[in-house]
């Protein structure tokens, strides 16, 4: 995917997968499983080996960890932070902070509160299972014909393109931009727009494949592109189109209608939202049994005075 025609998917996965090896480095727990292998990185007496990261890198789906690799820099800034944090926790073990009061009270309450859900969750998945035959091959077909108007797969469009960069900011650099994206367009209108893009486009990661960024939807082309790429026809050459970056001259190769899913293709996450379904209803018959509405008594009036002193 090109990263000048794309909408930013890549770095919104950046973004997640980051948001998760950071949840990770604020449990500190997760990096105590595996101490050995290969350090990754280190400062002083502190180390990161590689067991430990690739505990936490276990964590992310494979489209976040590809994410992390195109993002040397920033793994390098969460490698950083990782061993500042455990400088940090050393520093204050050093001076003895947890046998303050006030630390070691939160402390206790902290492990008071873990304790309790664990248990009452652990307790909960034992009272309430979903059977491992369910659904079955009628519930499945039954739910996917009444969500069929939600599964919709959308259109998809293989594209390719010739960039040439030009920042919104620099006048000059868009006027000059402007004319030879004018210039290649006539070229390309009816010639070799694989060539034309070896040779002028300022992409390098599609340029080297004749301009081609792969099979998008809409949703994923930058907003300036998706007008003009829902209106061509396959083989057509249209642009040149301007965006933040640049100017764009995209070529149709090839496209796929919108269509509804088939059922195999989303049974998975069916049976998924299925087992769910049905065990958050388990959950929700198991904690009312606990405390029976008919046994509830309310102080409305002291709920009421609670909320308003908590002004």
Known sequence: MSAHLSNGHHSLRRLRAFAVLLLAMAAGGA????????????????????QELETVLRKLDA????ALRSDPAGVERWLRQRLAGEAL?????RKDWAARPEVKAQVDAAVREVSERIIANSYLESVAKVPENYPSDAELRA?????????????????????????????AAVTRARASAEAL???????????LARQ??????????????????????????????????????????????????????????A????????????RAALRQQRLQ??????????????????????VTATLNKAD
């Open 31 to 50: 990096w105590a499983a595996d101490s050995g292998g290969q350090t990754v990185a280190s400062a002083g007496s502190l180390s990161i080996k590689q």
């Open 63 to 66: 489209n976040e960890r590809q």
């Open 89 to 93: 926790l050393q520093e204050a073990r």
């Open 143 to 171: 739910a996917y014909e009444q969500e069929k108007a939600n599964l919709q797969v959308p259109a998809f469009y293989q594209l390719a393109q010739i960039f040439l960069a030009a920042p919104a900011s620099d006048a």
């Open 185 to 195: 367009a006539r070229q390309a209108a009816g010639g070799d727009f694989a060539a």
């Open 200 to 257: 002028y486009s300022q992409d390098e990661s599609s340029a080297a494949r004749g301009g081609e960024v792969g099979s998008l939807p809409l949703a994923q082309i930058l907003p300036e592109m998706r007008p003009v790429v829902a209106g061509m026809k396959a083989g057509e050459v249209r642009g040149p189109v301007q965006s933040a970056a640049g100017f764009h001259l995209v070529k149709l190769l090839a496209s796929t209608p």
């Open 259 to 270: 269509r509804v899913a088939t059922l195999e293709e989303v049974v998975p996450r069916l």
């Open 281 to 302: 209803q388990q959950i929700a018959t198991h904690m009312d049994g606990l405390v029976p509405a008919s046994t509830m008594k309310i102080d409305s009036a002291a």
